[in-house]
C-alpha cells in the first residue's frame, strides 16, 4: 500500500505564498506521475499540476500558470507545489495523488491519494 501524506497548508494574506509537500512512502514510485489536485467548498474536485518523479514533464492548469510550480525531490521521495501570488479563489483543500500512466487524465486515473491539506487565501 502506498501513503501520500501532504503538509505546509494555513492561513495566508492574498499574495502571499505557500509551499505545499506530499510525501510518499510504501513503495517506489520513480515511474509514477504525480499530480495536485484541489477542492473548493461547494466545488467539484480539479487539477492543479502535475509532474513525473524525474521533473522532465510537467503540466499545469490555466489557472495557475505562471503563480504555481510543482516540482520533485527524489531523495526524499517529496513533490512540492510552490504557490505565488495566492489569490481568495485558490482557496481550497489541496490533495497529492500518483498515478501509474504517464499522463493520467482525470481523476479516475490517479491511483493513491493524500487526505489533504486546507489553504486558505484572505484578502
Known amino acids: 500500500q502506498v501513503q501520500l501524506v501532504e503538509s505546509g497548508g494555513g492561513l495566508v494574506q492574498a499574495g502571499g505564498s505557500l509551499r505545499l509537500s506530499c510525501a510518499a512512502s510504501?513503495?517506489?514510485?520513480?515511474?509514477?506521475?504525480m499530480g495536485w489536485f484541489r477542492q473548493a467548498p461547494g466545488k467539484e474536485r480539479e487539477f492543479v499540476a502535475r509532474i513525473s518523479w524525474s521533473g522532465t514533464y510537467t503540466y499545469y492548469a490555466d489557472s495557475v500558470k505562471g503563480r504555481f510550480t510543482i516540482s520533485t525531490e527524489n531523495a526524499k521521495s517529496t513533490v512540492y507545489l510552490q504557490m505565488n501570488s495566492l489569490k481568495p479563489e485558490d482557496t481550497a483543500v489541496y490533495y497529492c495523488?500518483?498515478?501509474?500512466?504517464?499522463?493520467?487524465?482525470?481523476?479516475?486515473?490517479?491511483?493513491?491519494w493524500g487526505p489533504g491539506t486546507q489553504v486558505t487565501v484572505s484578502s
Open positions: 510504501g513503495r517506489t514510485f520513480s515511474s509514477y506521475t
Open positions: 495523488a500518483a498515478s501509474k500512466w504517464s499522463v493520467p487524465g482525470t481523476s479516475k486515473e490517479y491511483d493513491y
